[in-house]
């Protein structure tokens, strides 16, 4: 899943769409089936690609509304172009009470069935009059949940009481930029594309238990060349290089502070599409990838199941 270009997936590829501001979206591009080769191994089942407003005529839109449960959104957002410059903003606000009533369960009044989410995101770009593009672009997005759990029928008297402390919060950063440079070689059409991201995910979950934690940071450089070979082929390459960081209170030392677990990914990959016809397109890639897990200590605790981990190398 990628918002403006920018990886957006977790650590581990997972991705929580309910976290997705669409105040501001232009169009959702979706490539359906494997397109590991130029994404990598996140991009197994199929690529999704958010793609915000910016450019056009310059305007202003906003929205309010609201609803039952003490729901309300706020959106408003600009984006448009003068000269050879582009670019668009947005700003979200979105919360709701929830069901505030007495809860079956036990009798007593729900209070932290609520919810908040606030959005902001920012993009500006330039073009010059041979046909490159410089873009960069910046998201936040916060979401606050509260948990009261189970509070409905209670046939057997199993909830005993409305859960007031379990809350949720997620915190998603991401900025990056691009550049794209198309220029002609050998009789062909070339167009390069060099960009930069940088993704911050937190997540936290307080409850009876205490609180449950994780983090995550990627930093990724790629470089793509697209090639038009004729009209019915193009071929794409590249290489790619990602740094890649998460903590969780899960994994701890004897301090009981996280212990990161690092990784870095170096990728090269080839990709050649075809269509003799229009009906008809064929693909065939191919992507090699070293992927460098540093060591992860073991832990202290002689009651600690977890051994050591050493650094390891995988290619594939």
Do not use: C
């Amino acid at each position: 899943v990628m918002v403006d270009g920018i990886k957006a997936n977790a650590f581990g590829g997972g991705y929580d769409f309910s976290t997705l501001a669409v105040g501001n979206v232009e169009r959702v591009e979706v490539v359906r089936g494997p397109e590991s080769a130029l994404f990598g191994a996140d991009a197994i089942g199929a690529v999704v690609q958010v793609v915000t407003r910016h450019g056009g005529s310059p305007r202003v839109e906003g929205t309010v509304e609201g609803g039952s449960f003490g729901t309300s959104r706020v959106a408003v957002g600009t984006w448009g172009s003068r000269g050879r410059w582009s670019w668009g903003a947005s700003g979200e606000r979105v919360s709701s009470d929830g069901f505030t009533g007495i809860a079956p369960a036990t009798g007593e009044r729900v209070s932290n069935d609520d919810f908040l989410s606030t959005h902001g995101s920012a993009t500006a770009g330039w073009h010059a009059a041979n046909g490159a593009d410089v873009r960069a672009s910046a998201n936040y997005t916060s979401g606050d949940r509260g948990f009261p759990g189970p509070f409905g029928s209670n046939p057997i008297g199993a909830y005993t009481a409305v859960d007031r402390l379990s809350r949720g919060v997620t915190i998603t950063r991401q900025v990056g930029g691009r550049w794209t440079q198309p220029f002609s070689a050998w009789g062909h059409r070339l167009r390069q594309t060099v960009s930069a991201n940088d993704l911050n995910l937190t997540s936290a979950f307080k409850s009876l238990f205490g609180l449950s934690a994780s983090a995550s940071r990627r930093a990724d450089v790629r470089s793509q060349t697209d090639v038009d070979i004729s009209s019915s082929l193009a071929l794409s390459g590249g290489i790619e290089l990602q740094r890649e960081r998460a903590t969780s209170t899960y994994i701890t030392a004897e301090s009981a502070e996280p212990v990161p677990i690092r990784r870095l990914v170096a990728g090269v990959f080839v990709e050649a599409r075809y269509q003799p016809l229009a009906p008809l397109t064929l693909t065939a890639g191919v992507r090699a990838e070293r992927i460098e897990r540093d060591l992860l200590a073991q832990s202290l605790d002689p009651y600690s199941p977890r051994p050591a981990f050493g650094t390891e190398t995988r290619t594939s």
